[in-house]
């Protein structure tokens, strides 16, 4: 099943660079847990939607062999709507050349349209200590698509993820949370500027209006000129 079937190379470090701390975009992030939501009802600069898992082992709740089959129709609406998307892997530690081949494979109609992104886990993913799993995921893909996914990661293993994504030169996402409380978007999220990153998920008990539950909550640092970079960043 393929996603998206419609119709200058740079560092992607140097977008993270003090020049664009002061531009930032606010988005949110969703899985096939989040069917419900409704890109028209929300307000946002930019949706990641969770797209593919493994290498096509996995059905269950949305998903079908490994493509979570609502998320074209929330990425098209993106595109309707004129809002930078995003696009997500969910890494299962079943093969890194299969699942980075997987993940270009089935959303190959999204390349120079979005953002690729690889979500990086404990949860159901068998390599979490195995670095090495991810360099070669990257080194595969970005020889498939000429294009350098941020990879998203919780905070406590942001440095051990770091020198892989350095070696790629692909932008780390981090995810670090104050409290679990609700909040809406949040100009300056606790603990901003502790470190370096190219986006940064600061909720997951995002509350707005248009949908009744929670939601992740994101900043990106950088415009949107600076995340079409990221899209079109080729290796």
């Known amino acids: 099943m393929r996603l998206g079937d419609t119709s200058a190379s ?58 979570w089959v609502g998320a074209d129709a929330k990425i098209q ?48 993913n068998p390599a979490w200590n195995d ?18 996914p941020l990879v998203y990661v919780q905070q406590s293993a942001m440095s051990a993820v770091a020198g892989a994504a350095a070696a790629h030169d692909c932008g780390l996402w981090v995810a670090q949370y104050a409290d679990d409380a609700s909040t809406g978007y949040q100009l300056h999220p606790w603990n901003e500027g502790a470190y370096a990153c190219a986006m940064r998920q600061y909720s997951s008990h995002g509350r707005l209006p248009g949908y009744a539950g929670d939601l992740d909550l994101n900043v990106f640092y950088g415009d949107r000129t600076a995340w079409n970079k990221y899209v079109m960043c080729g290796a």
């Not at 992030?29 to 307000?43: G, L, T, Y």
């Not at 890494?91 to 390349?111: K, M, Q, S």
């Not at 893909?141 to 000429?146: N, S």
């Open 10 to 67: 740079m560092s992607v470090h140097g977008l993270c660079s003090k020049q664009y701390k002061e531009k930032t975009i606010h988005g949110i992030d969703i899985s096939n847990w989040k069917a419900d939501f409704n890109p028209d009802r929300v307000p946002f600069d930019f949706l990641v939607v969770q797209a593919t898992w493994g290498a096509g082992e996995f059905t269950g709740n949305g998903i079908v062999r490994g493509v």
């Open 131 to 148: 670095i090495g799993y991810l360099d070669r995921f990257f080194g595969t893909y970005i020889a498939l698509t000429r294009v350098k």
């Open 77 to 124: 609406q993106c595109v309707a709507l004129g809002k930078p998307f995003g696009y997500m892997h969910y890494i299962r530690g079943v093969g890194a050349e299969a699942e980075a081949r997987f993940f270009a494979a089935n959303t190959l109609g999204y390349v120079h349209r979005g953002l690729p992104c690889v979500d990086w886990e404990v949860a159901d």
